[in-house]
């Protein structure tokens, strides 16, 4: 971490780094039945939607003891509410949980999978590929957290898919196929994240602990860590170091 500047954190303290994960729901009237048996979701008194709270239940999740604990230590609560997560729903079947951690996302998408039953499909995931300083602070957390929709990139996985094919019709014989393929797959290890990045998520291939978000997720957090200490390093980049260290995701990396 560089001596020129201090790392801004939440309450619960981890590093400040807004997420919004989007899920398909049957209606908000189902969502608001399922979340309200949480004894952790209750009307945010200032906003007045849902939010999700650091009660007991809600703290079962020990944010702040992982991650970017040691850059970062937890702040006392000193007893006080912290709200952890707002939900909102922006269309008759869709709901949204925005966060301002990494690890407040992946802990709150494995309590809420139970919660929500088969009927809520989580399907996008939206993240800012940065840390802050406490001194980009000056406008409030609020202000911060518009970042999300700041010249945002939405990635179709389709759009990859169709360019795949393409690519493989160019090719004559099973050679020049796998040739092409070959390149391309290396061309691409030189891209990286955009800034604010808008991706599909992939329900059939989640587990009850949600690991396939959580790979996604961890992977784009290691990748901040690193830039906050000076290095210019890509997600590619990231993933196969933890690879050739034994990480095994439970799905390709994205």
Same mark, same amino acid.
């Given at each position: 971490? /560089?001596?020129?500047?201090?790392?801004?954190?939440?309450?619960?303290?981890?590093?400040?780094?807004?997420?919004?994960?989007?899920?398909?729901?049957?209606?908000?009237?189902?969502?608001?039945?399922?979340?309200?048996?949480? %004894?952790?979701?209750?009307?945010?008194?200032?906003?007045?939607?849902?939010?999700?709270?650091?009660?007991? %239940?809600?703290?079962?999740?020990?944010?702040?003891?992982?991650?970017? =604990?040691?850059?970062?230590?937890?702040?006392?609560?000193?007893?006080?509410?912290?709200?952890?997560?707002?939900?909102?729903?922006?269309? =008759?079947?869709?709901?949204?949980?925005?966060?301002?951690?990494?690890?407040?996302?992946?802990?709150? =998408?494995?309590?809420?999978?139970?919660?929500?039953?088969?009927?809520?499909?989580?399907?996008? =995931?939206? @993240? @800012?590929?940065?840390?802050?300083?406490?001194?980009?602070?000056?406008?409030?957390?609020?202000?911060?957290?518009?970042?999300?929709?700041?010249?945002?990139?939405?990635?179709?996985?389709?759009?990859?898919?169709?360019?795949?094919?393409?690519?493989?019709?160019?090719?004559?014989?099973?050679? %020049?196929?796998?040739?092409?393929?070959?390149?391309?797959?290396? /061309?691409?290890?030189?891209?990286? @994240?955009?800034?604010?990045?808008?991706?599909?998520?992939?329900?059939?291939? %989640?587990?009850?602990?949600?690991?396939?978000?959580?790979?996604?997720?961890?992977?784009?957090?290691?990748?901040?860590?690193?830039?906050?200490?000076?290095?210019?390093?890509?997600?590619?980049? @990231?993933?196969?170091?933890?690879?050739?260290?034994?990480?095994?995701?439970?799905?390709?990396?994205?």
């Amino acid at each position: 971490m /560089s001596d020129k500047k201090t790392l801004l954190v939440t309450g619960t303290g981890e590093p400040y780094q807004p997420v919004r994960l989007k899920w398909t729901v049957p209606a908000k009237a189902y969502c608001h039945e399922r979340l309200k048996t949480l %004894e952790c979701v209750g009307i945010d008194s200032d906003t007045n939607l849902l939010s999700l709270f650091n009660t007991a %239940e809600a703290l079962g999740m020990k944010l702040g003891t992982s991650f970017g =604990a040691s850059q970062a230590p937890p702040s006392p609560l000193g007893g006080r509410l912290v709200v952890l997560g707002t939900f909102r729903f922006p269309e =008759a079947r869709s709901m949204v949980l925005e966060v301002r951690s990494i690890p407040r996302a992946m802990a709150i =998408a494995r309590m809420l999978r139970p919660v929500l039953g088969d009927r809520a499909t989580l399907t996008r =995931a939206r @993240v @800012v590929n940065r840390w802050f300083s406490a001194n980009e602070l000056a406008d409030g957390l609020a202000h911060l957290d518009k970042w999300l929709d700041r010249d945002v990139t939405v990635i179709h996985w389709e759009d990859v898919a169709n360019e795949l094919d393409a690519l493989v019709e160019r090719g004559r014989t099973p050679e %020049e196929r796998q040739a092409l393929l070959a390149a391309w797959h290396e /061309s691409r290890r030189k891209l990286d @994240v955009p800034l604010v990045e808008d991706f599909p998520c992939h329900p059939e291939d %989640e587990n009850e602990q949600m690991g396939d978000l959580a790979n996604t997720l961890t992977f784009r957090f290691l990748r901040a860590t690193r830039h906050w200490s000076g290095e210019q390093v890509t997600l590619q980049k @990231v993933i196969e170091e933890a690879v050739a260290e034994g990480f095994r995701p439970s799905r390709a990396a994205r």
